[in-house]
């Protein structure tokens, strides 16, 4: 696992990491949905320039400075306003949810569920980044990449699939946190840009030599 993501790092270079605080990471997420990573860190670094990156910021901030920020995200700007107004007032009511979130992994994940507007991928993010779960979340871009690579075993139940493909790379990262954050991050990039559905760039993938996908085609 650590050459695979030796091998992207060397391809790609560093990639931005996520904030390692809740809530920061929940305002990365919410501005990450249904755009790219360049929209995404426009909106980003104008939120961490006002600065708007706490609950009380976000509380406090006028709509008209939210929106034009927000706005950088690309689409979507009405959806993402609400759900950054909406995590705020999580945040800044439940002042139980930050211990929550450091406890044991069933009490976080329930912690992490209570959030608005996050899938299981971003909840998973959300406890690997912020809380030093050892958890794996896969998108669809990241569980590809593990699938061509043969972590797994299929099932005719999808979540199934996703169950055991996430459970053979956290046992082969060891259950490292470090090694997961990397895999996290390089196997969602690397499926966006190169492991993509169709037509995906076999000939110069630093994974190609390990491919169970490619040697059937």
């Not at 590809?144 to 459970?167: C, M, N, Q, S, Y």
């Amino acid at each position: 696992m650590l050459d695979l993501v030796a091998r992207l790092r060397a391809f790609y270079g560093a990639l931005p990491a996520p904030p390692s605080n809740p809530f920061g990471l929940y305002v990365w997420e919410v501005l990450s949905v249904g755009t790219t990573r360049a929209r995404r860190d426009a909106a980003f670094g104008a939120l961490k320039r006002i600065p708007a990156l706490t609950p009380d910021a976000v509380a406090r901030l006028p709509q008209a400075k939210l929106e034009a920020a927000v706005a950088h995200a690309g689409p979507m700007k009405e959806e993402r306003v609400r759900a950054l107004r909406a995590g705020a007032d999580l945040f800044r009511r439940d002042a139980s949810l930050a211990a929550e979130l450091e406890a044991g992994f069933r009490r976080a994940l329930r912690a992490a569920r209570r959030i608005p507007h996050l899938g299981r991928a971003s909840s998973l993010r959300l406890l690997l980044f912020a809380s030093g779960h050892a958890v794996l979340p896969l998108d669809e871009h990241a569980l590809r990449v593990a699938r061509r690579l043969g972590f797994g075993i299929d099932h005719e139940r999808p979540v199934k699939t996703l169950r055991a493909t996430r459970r053979a790379i956290v046992a082969d990262s060891g259950r490292d946190v470090d090694a997961l954050r990397a895999v996290a991050q390089f196997f969602t990039h690397h499926g966006l840009v190169s492991c993509t559905e169709i037509s995906p760039h076999c000939a110069v993938c630093p994974l190609a030599p390990d491919c169970e996908w490619l040697r059937r085609q």
